[in-house]
T-cell receptor, first 113, second 112 residues
Framework: DTAVSQTPKYLVTQMGNDKSIKCEQN?????MYWYKQDSKKFLKIMFS???????INETVPNRFSPKSPDKAHLNLHINSLELGDSAVYFC????????????FGQGTRLTVV | DAKTTQPPSMDCAEGRAANLPCNHS???????VYWYRQIHSQGPQYIIH???NNETNEMASLIITEDRKSSTLILPHATLRDTAVYYC?????????????FGGGTRLMVKP
């Protein structure tokens, strides 16, 4: 069973649309994250959640709205998609915020046309 | 968290040891050194971490200098599947708000 799973793996959509990416972890972890990896391959933290509560929002535009219905899920909803949103988005989890090892999903490649 | 500096790329022959350096001269006493790698089209994968002592696991060894200003990740017998971008991260683990911040990493190419 995949520890951190994201759906969909690929997403192609037009500018202005609203889309969601889902993330689920079956590890019983308290902490989940969203990262964005742009075309230059830099991985940047977007959000950090602990026990369904937002800890960190790294100055991400408010078009991005994470939602954590329970500890095992952290979904990313994006409104009014722009060309610059094209990237690979990774979900990750850790047992607690201070835990040593983080587990990453396989990524969702979002292409905005 | 302390900034880390890594060479942008390295080559290694298959079967030989790959030694990946990392400079973290401003590391503070409560910051660990973490190594992750990202194989093409996959999510980052944890490799190893350490504070002061050298560490070894089934994937790699981590050598940290006595002054903790630099470290080396060693893959003892590199295979083609070890071709990836390797990230060295300095991170304190006693802060609920902390998170992994990735730099440019080192692109390791293992060649036959």
């Amino acid at each position: 069973d995949t520890a951190v799973s994201q759906t969909p793996k690929y997403l192609v959509t037009q500018m202005g649309n609203d889309k969601s990416i889902k993330c689920e972890q079956n590890l019983g972890h308290d902490t989940m994250y969203w990262y964005k990896q742009d075309s230059k391959k830099f991985l940047k933290i977007m959000f950090s959640y602990n026990n369904k509560e937002l800890i960190i929002n790294e100055t991400v535009p408010n078009r991005f709205s994470p939602k954590s219905p329970d500890k095992a899920h952290l979904n990313l909803h994006i409104n009014s998609l722009e060309l610059g949103d094209s990237a690979v988005y990774f979900c990750a989890s850790r047992p607690t915020p201070g835990s040593t090892e983080a587990f990453f999903g396989q990524g969702t490649r979002l292409t905005v046309v | 968290d302390a900034k880390t500096t890594q060479p942008p790329s390295m080559d290694c022959a298959e079967g030989r040891a790959a030694n990946l350096p990392c400079n973290h001269s401003t590391i503070s006493g409560n910051e660990y050194v973490y190594w992750y790698r990202q194989i093409h089209s996959q999510g980052p994968q944890y490799i190893i971490h350490g504070l002061k002592n050298n560490e070894t696991n089934e994937m790699a060894s981590l050598i940290i200098t006595e002054d903790r200003k630099s470290s080396t990740l060693i893959l003892p017998h590199a295979t083609l599947r070890d071709t990836a971008v390797y990230y060295c991260i300095a991170l304190a683990t006693n802060n609920a708000g902390n998170m992994l911040t990735f730099g440019g990493g080192t692109r390791l190419m293992v060649k036959p």
